[in-house]
């Protein structure tokens, strides 16, 4: 049968190695070194390996349960251990088509308990999400924890990383707060690739967004929730009732997840990303303090010109604000812009974020119209018709780029045939 061992956790101060085996077919799906880890910036090396192993089995799990394999692990937490079958549960409502099975061999089940000392910590991006999950438990003075999880083996430089951390900083010092900062490779050390190739049909979903990013940035606050006896870990949803899809990060999911005397509770569930928008800007235009809505997550700044840029600038004015003063570095003549940029990126908007996120931008739009002052952008955006402009740009799109690649191909064709008769 399919296994993933855990043979070894290497400790040495504030980092945390994982070295783990394969038995079977498995190996296709994780890099050959067989190796994960965490980097915190507290000392880890006085916490139990019980509650260490916790991230481990979090991110590797959902591939035994859906490839019905083994793990096998020395010792874990008893809290967690339990919650594992809720969560598969959950997994399996979630996706019907797959039959998620699996089994685990736990070596030692250790009942680690705890008198809570705070009340919480927050997973933080400075993303919307997470400035609305901020601003709704301020008042529970919660650690901020951020993360970033697209290292190899090793640490590497990262302008973005260094970006966020800075950000996050910033925050921390404007609000009387502390960060937590949290460096992995839990990202690539698994081929998701190889997972999408056999199991995305089956699945409708990819590896990463539906079954493996919100146990794997959860389960990495762990340890240090553990540590600093935090009594509940708060994840900012992303997605809203109003449609419902499939994603790791769910609250019949993360709100299962329990470790030792911990919980997690996954919030603002019931806020669709518009009336988060209002929360954030109702908020900060109260308190007259700055904010940054981080929202590319993978640039060193917003580029203001993606999807989710311009979704978030929109749903910014669509509430009567200025995006300039919410970190969206545009130029004043905002209907131009937009109208551009709308254009060029509307051929790549997906049916389920036009309805997501899109509509209810308009819809919010037309309600705020008299607190909305550039006019010419009001009524351009109310008559857009996406699905329209999205076939007419496609359209085009296709047409630009059929004569280029029909060149390409004719010229490596006789490039053959040439070759072929020297």
Not at 279 to 295: G, L, M, Q, T
Not at 341 to 369: A, D
Request: proline letters at 3%.
């Amino acid at each position: 049968m399919n296994s993933i061992i855990l043979d070894k956790i290497v400790v040495r101060n504030n980092r945390v190695d994982y070295y783990f085996s394969i038995k079977g077919d498995l190996q296709k799906y994780f890099k050959t070194s067989n190796h994960m880890f965490l980097e915190y910036n507290y000392d880890v090396s006085d916490i139990s390996l019980s509650i260490l192993a916790i991230p481990f089995v979090a991110n590797v799990v959902p591939l035994v349960w859906i490839t019905n394999s083994t793990i096998v692990i020395n010792e874990l937490d008893k809290s967690f251990y339990i919650c594992l079958n809720n969560i598969k549960n959950a997994y399996q409502n979630m996706f019907p088509g797959v039959k998620f099975k699996g089994s685990m061999v736990v070596g030692e089940i250790i009942d680690n308990v705890y008198i809570p000392e705070l009340e919480a910590a927050s997973l933080f991006s400075g993303g919307l999400d997470a400035l609305t999950t901020f601003i709704r438990i301020k008042d529970k003075h919660p650690l901020l924890v951020t993360e970033y999880g697209w290292h190899e083996n090793e640490i590497e430089g990262s302008k973005v990383w260094e970006a966020d951390k800075e950000n996050a900083v910033n925050f921390v010092k404007d609000n009387g707060l502390e960060n937590i900062f949290i460096q992995s490779n839990y990202g690539t050390f698994i081929i998701a690739g190889n997972i999408d190739h056999d199991f995305r049909e089956k699945l409708n979903d990819t590896w990463w967004h539906g079954l493996h990013h919100g146990l794997a940035i959860i389960s990495a606050a762990i340890p240090i929730a553990f540590k600093l006896k935090i009594k509940c870990i708060y994840i900012a949803s992303s997605n809203s009732p109003l449609y419902q899809v499939t994603c790791a990060s769910d609250p019949t999911v993360d709100n299962e997840i329990k470790y030792a005397s911990g919980t997690v509770f996954h919030d603002g569930y019931e806020l669709t990303r518009q009336e988060k928008i209002k929360v954030v800007v109702d908020h900060y235009s109260a308190s007259k303090e700055p904010v940054n809505i981080r929202v590319c997550f993978k640039n060193e700044e917003n580029c203001c010109k993606c999807e989710k840029c311009l979704r978030t600038i929109m749903g910014i004015i669509a509430e009567g604000r200025d995006p300039r003063e919410y970190g969206f570095n545009i130029p004043s003549n905002l209907y131009q812009y937009v109208k551009t940029s709308l254009n060029n990126e509307v051929k790549f908007f997906t049916n389920t974020f036009i309805e997501m996120y899109w509509n209810l931008i308009q819809v919010r739009m037309k309600q705020n119209c008299d607190c909305i002052t550039d006019k010419n952008l009001l009524n351009w955006f109310l008559d857009y018709d996406f699905k329209a402009q999205r076939r007419k740009a496609l359209l085009k799109y296709r047409i630009t780029k059929f004569f280029p690649i029909l060149k390409r191909k004719i010229s490596a064709k006789f490039s053959r045939v040439g070759t072929q008769n020297n």
